[in-house]
């Protein structure tokens, strides 16, 4: 894999909401219908991305000379946070994600935003203190 095809993978995760049931086998009537599947889709954008940064911090670590834009951080964010779910391990994936995005310096007021969109403020405020106290103990 390449950085190319990490950014490929990260777009298609993201659920676009205007595409439109009009295919075969959807019932273009039906609103209920249409949300359930977009539901579905955002759910398992959501776990695709999970996988999709798993894989990517693995070729980071053999690659250390390679850094994701804040296009890409952004949009993996984005398929993160496109469900309601607020499992322990897609918060786990979040944070991972936010940490690595602001220690590889790409951190943008738009993916701060996405951040505090998915945690409460005292979530935030913790991963925060843990960033400094990580950053403390490299430090020493």
């Known amino acids: 894999c390449d950085l190319q ?3 490929l993978m990260i777009k298609s995760c993201v659920v676009d909401e205007s595409t439109t049931f009009d295919d075969e086998g959807f019932d273009s009537n039906s609103a209920s219908s249409k949300k359930l599947i977009t539901q579905r889709a955002k759910v398992i954008g ?5 996988g999709i940064w798993r894989d990517i911090r ?3 670590d053999q690659n ?3 850094t994701l834009t804040s296009d890409m951080y952004y949009q993996l964010l984005q398929a993160l946070c496109q469900t309601t779910d ?6 786990a994936a979040v944070a991972a994600v936010f940490q690595s995005c602001r220690s590889d310096g790409m951190e943008t007021k738009h ?4 951040v505090r969109g998915v945690m409460t403020e005292s979530q935030f405020q913790k991963l925060l203190r843990s960033e400094k106290k990580s ?4 430090k020493n």
Request: proline share 0%; net charge positive; hydrophobic share 55%.
């Open 64 to 66: 250390a000379e390679i």
């Open 86 to 91: 607020r499992s322990r391990g897609l918060l």
């Open 111 to 114: 993916i701060t935003d996405i």
């Open 135 to 138: 950053a403390a103990s490299v």
């Open 58 to 60: 693995v070729w980071k």
């Open 5 to 7: 095809s990490f950014h």
């Open 46 to 50: 959501s776990r695709v991305a999970i």
